[in-house]
């Protein structure tokens, strides 16, 4: 991610004008899809671009801006989206924010503080009576396992049409029963979010990264060769030497374990590329402690 906060990326990114042309972009490909006609019919679609405008703006940290939270829940009580049409906005906003150039680490930001809005866009629930939040992680607010699958199945895409090299890295803590009850009950969220923290934190600004599993994180690095996966791990361990976790007056000392594919020719969906990473972390997790394996 980018070290850029929150409050900064509005600037950064150029502003209202570049918001523009991003919801622009978002109108026409969301108007090309028969699913999301209705939501449009009827409507003032230049009002609804001036909200989005404003929605995202909110979402990069417009400085001194009071977004109006109640006209948000008004703007869409009565279009009665779905949730699975949220997703889909969602993976469509997603891909406009790549193709812009968007920064990674950013993009996450972007669909995090969204998505923290949810229940005032979408009119369906779980039976529970809760929403899923399925592409954002909880505890960490990484992209999940979700959103990993979708942002691969679109660099893969990528891939293929401009043979630029795209690797995938899982990172797993070692030993993580014996690290979680070593945290405590109370400890589990804290060492998860240092190991967020500390990935973000190294990779490169273009990278993403996600949590999928309760110790497994995926970096997916893009234009990147295994050569350069190697310096971001060895960035990433030289990190955590540095930087311990200390939680309640405790020192909790931890190691990862890495396991690196490249995508090939022959890749054809993300989930083969996060088999093969994930097979490589399990032998380097074989073979002993912070070590890091190639597929």
């Given at each position: 991610?980018s ?7 509005f ?11 991003l919801?622009?972009?978002f ?10 006609t ?23 940290g ?10 948000l829940?008004v ?5 009665g ?7 889909d ?24 503080t ?58 797993g ?8 009850a ?41 234009a990147?060769?295994i ?39 022959n890749t ?10 994930r097979?490589?972390?399990l032998?380097?997790?074989?073979r ?8």
């Amino acid at each position: 991610m980018s070290a850029a906060s929150l409050g900064s990326l509005f600037d950064k990114y150029g502003g209202i004008p570049t918001l523009q042309q991003l919801v622009r972009d978002f109108h026409q490909r969301m108007v090309s899809r028969p699913m999301f006609t209705r939501y449009f019919e009827g409507n003032d679609t230049r009002r609804m671009a001036e909200h989005q405008v404003e929605l995202i703006a909110y979402a990069l940290g417009k400085p001194a801006k009071i977004y109006n939270f109640e006209q948000l829940a008004v703007a869409h009580h009565n279009l009665g989206i779905t949730l699975d049409a949220y997703e889909d906005m969602i993976r469509i906003l997603r891909q406009v924010l790549l193709d812009a150039r968007i920064e990674g680490g950013d993009i996450n930001t972007i669909i995090n503080t969204l998505d923290q809005h949810r229940h005032r866009i979408v009119r369906d629930v779980s039976p529970k009576g809760g929403l899923q939040t399925v592409h954002v992680d909880k505890v960490t607010g990484l992209g999940s396992q979700v959103a990993l699958f979708e942002a691969l199945e679109i660099a893969l895409e990528r891939q293929r049409a401009s043979l630029a090299p795209l690797t995938l890295m899982m990172v797993g803590l070692d030993q993580p029963e014996q690290t979680f009850a070593l945290a405590g009950e109370l400890g589990r969220d804290a060492l998860v979010k240092h190991i967020a923290l500390l990935l973000v934190r190294t990779v490169r600004d273009d990278d993403l990264v996600f949590r999928i599993g309760q110790g497994e994180f995926a970096v997916m690095l893009t234009a990147a060769t295994i050569e350069i996966a190697h310096k971001v791990a060895a960035r990433m361990t030289g990190s955590l030497a540095k930087d311990p976790l200390i939680h309640d007056t405790r020192l909790i000392r931890y190691t990862l374990g890495m396991g690196i594919a490249g995508a090939t020719p022959n890749t054809s969906h993300g989930e083969s590329l996060l088999q093969a990473a994930r097979n490589a972390l399990l032998v380097a997790q074989e073979r002993g402690t912070g070590k890091v394996v190639d597929a």
